[in-house]
């Protein structure tokens, strides 16, 4: 039997509105550097090699999942996780700086080096936040209860999905702009990145944390490892949303060559990522006021369900499109297109708001931080995946690629089915039991 622990009245008053407003900002920011829309395309205006556009996708997951597993261990043995959420966060904006002074200062001479110095720095920048995820989920799980949650992710998700409407109008306009050619065009968009990440670390520097309990006895880190099986062993529905969670990260396969490939079968020109970056905002809205109350009302296997759902028709909506192509085009290819934008922002907005809180929902507070990081670890198959996937691209072409995800993602929406919902357990019984 797993209890909950209890949450201090006055620090939930205090953390809930500051977690909206950090959240709300970071989501702006994250619109400025989307890894679907704005870098794939900055990468292809560096490269005509599909690899190195699927490896954005894989610099993202591999950064921000795989070192989750080893901050962990570190975490779990810590009361206060709020320092190392400060030190890593400050470290990712100084990548973000660094990305643009490097772009504006050597993207035209040098766009060999300014690509390898993308990559490196967007694998730090996406590494520390990786780290400082763990951290900020854990003292939001130790100062927000369980039922306030879902409201409070989806919240922050439909400001910041508003305000990214304007985002994504402001990157329309600096990359038609004439005046700003590349690389001046992305390097002022990566600044505005810069500005935004500032102000959500003020806003971070204001959250409180009270202690926390951690693991009784301190474990090095090949005891660690060792123990990570018992945690599927002893939770069978970890093994369940583990699986689903895999399934899921095979859209990253394809998720980069969306952009891409709108120039082959729609239209052409950048301005037209200013109107994607739009249609997945708005994507994140209805995702967030979907989800959000579903995980409040029904449960998380429902918004689980449901993302698994909306992921799965983006590819199947690709291979429309290239099948109408075939024959003429048309304003409706246009606007089956549009939807898979819209389909990219609704499946982020219900991974955040369903993994995160399935996993708070299953997992004892002192082995929190070993849940959530592993469970995030598993996702780092998206990088092969993504890198996969540029492979395939360049030896068949999109469709196959687009047909392999759409397989994967249906299995992803079968097994989501299967899933139990915790919740139901701890409104009978008044305390979850795994």
């Not at 209890?3 to 205090?14: A, R």
């Not at 700003?180 to 500005?195: D, E, G, K």
């Not at 070993?370 to 395939?392: C, D, E, H, P, T």
């Amino acid at each position: 039997m797993i209890n909950h622990e209890e949450i201090i009245p006055e620090l939930e008053k205090t953390n809930f509105p500051l977690l909206i407003a950090e959240g709300t900002v970071f989501m702006i920011g994250m619109t400025f550097i989307s890894y679907s829309t704005v870098l794939p395309a900055f990468v292809a205006t560096l490269t005509t090699s599909s690899i190195l556009v699927g490896l954005v996708s894989a610099a993202r997951s591999t950064g921000w999942f795989l070192p989750q597993l080893f901050a962990a261990n570190y975490l779990e043995g810590r009361e206060l996780k709020k320092p190392v959420l400060l030190k890593t966060s400050l470290a990712s904006r100084a990548c973000l700086l660094v990305m643009a002074l490097t772009t504006f200062a050597w993207g035209t001479e040098y766009p060999g080096l300014v690509l390898a110095l993308f990559f490196l720095l967007y694998f730090l920048f996406n590494l520390c936040e990786g780290v400082s995820a763990l951290a900020w989920v854990d003292i939001t799980a130790k100062t927000v209860r369980a039922a306030r949650r879902g409201s409070l992710f989806s919240v922050m998700q439909l400001l910041g999905s508003l305000f990214g409407l304007g985002a994504g109008f402001l990157i329309r306009q600096i990359l038609e702009y004439s005046g700003y050619r590349f690389p001046v065009n992305y390097s002022v968009v990566f600044f505005a990145a810069v500005i935004v990440f500032g102000i959500n670390y003020l806003i971070l520097v204001l959250l409180k944390e009270p202690p926390g309990q951690i693991v009784s006895q301190k474990r090095n880190f090949q005891e660690y490892l060792r123990a990570m099986p018992e945690l599927f062993a002893r939770n069978d529905a970890f093994r369940k949303v583990a699986v689903v969670r895999v399934l899921v990260s095979f859209t990253f396969m394809v998720v980069p060559f969306y952009v891409v490939y709108s120039q082959k079968v729609i239209t052409s020109g950048a301005g037209i990522i200013g109107i994607y970056v739009l249609l997945q905002t708005l994507g994140m809205i209805f995702g967030s006021l979907l989800f959000g109350r579903l995980s409040d009302r029904v449960g998380n296997r429902s918004v689980l369900v449901g993302t698994a759902l909306v992921t799965f028709c983006m590819p199947v909506l690709a291979l429309i499109v290239y099948g109408m192509s075939q024959y003429t085009q048309s304003i409706l290819m246009t606007v089956l297109y549009a939807l898979i934008f819209v389909g990219i922002g609704a499946s982020d907005s219900g991974q955040f708001i369903g993994f995160t809180n399935y996993v708070l929902d299953i997992a004892p507070e002192a082995d929190r931080p070993s849940y959530y990081g592993l469970l995030n670890a598993l996702s780092v198959v998206s990088a092969v995946l993504s890198v996969g996937g540029g492979i395939l691209v360049g030896q068949f072409g999109y469709e196959p690629v687009f047909f392999i995800a759409t397989i994967f993602l249906f299995a992803s929406l079968v097994y989501s089915i299967r899933l139990p919902e915790p919740r139901h357990k701890l409104d009978s019984l008044g305390q979850e039991e795994i």
